[in-house]
């Protein structure tokens, strides 16, 4: 099965930009949709498909995707962006979902 | 503007299974994936499994063997079983509508989770 490869922690200073990155095999096909989860709360859809931003999802946020890496980034970050974010997409071979390990986000 | 609400048990003994329930209020049920996912205690999302509204489901392989999704369309809802649990199924669980046009499904909008402990 695919596997989704995050970096476990990233740090931003306030206002700056900033990367994560999602790394799979499945991604040199399949679109990376991304979460962000605030602790104790369900996770929140931020982007979807190529570079798709649900209603009320700041525009700060955009997706990109290279190769066999997806990314998300936060241009001039906010400190409400501090989070744990999650990348998805599906198993390279058959229709299942998986998940990336997660990247805690801090911002200074 | 859907909303997931969802409720069962929180506290089992292991070998017990696990029973859980998601409504979905305010919008369509058919034409998406009703999706179960888990998050142990401190750790990452686990995709544990969904289904359509006709009852077909699709199953993460590490967890077929223990698991059952079941539809109830009369009342726009899903269940999870999940049989034999030991300690290692704490989690907060969640369930979440998923959506795609092509390939990976996306996850919107999402129940508030339950946390079920397994627990001697």
């Not at chain 2, 859980?20 to 995709?47: D, H, K, M």
């Not at chain 2, 669980?93 to 079920?116: E, K, S």
Request: with cysteine; proline share 5%; hydrophobic share 30%.
């Amino acid at each position: 099965s695919s596997e989704l490869t995050q970096d476990p922690a990233v740090s931003v200073a306030l206002g700056q930009t900033v990367r994560i990155t999602c790394q799979g095999d499945s991604l040199g096909t399949y679109y990376a949709n991304w979460y962000q989860q605030k602790p104790g709360q369900a996770p929140v859809l931020v982007i979807y498909g190529k570079n798709h931003r649900p209603s009320g999802i700041p525009d700060r946020f955009s997706a990109s995707s290279s190769g066999d890496t997806a990314s998300l980034t936060i241009t001039g970050a906010q400190a409400e962006d501090e989070a744990d974010y999650y990348c998805n997409s599906r198993d390279s071979s058959v229709d299942h979902v998986v998940f990336g390990g997660g990247t805690r986000l801090t911002v200074l | 503007q859907v909303q997931l609400q969802q409720w069962g048990a929180g506290l089992l003994k292991p070998s017990e299974t696990l029973s859980l329930t998601c409504a979905v209020y305010g919008g369509s049920f058919s034409g998406y994936y009703w999706n179960w996912i888990r998050q142990p205690p401190g750790q990452g999302l686990e995709w544990i499994g969904e289904i359509t509204h006709n009852g077909r489901t699709n199953i993460n392989p590490s967890l077929k063997s223990r698991v059952t999704i079941s539809v109830d369309t009369s009342n726009n809802q899903i269940s999870l079983n999940l049989r034999s649990v030991t300690a290692a199924d704490t989690a907060v669980y969640y369930c979440a509508r998923g959506l795609t046009t092509w390939g990976p499904r996306w996850f919107d909008p999402w129940g508030q989770g339950t946390l079920v402990t397994v627990s001697s």
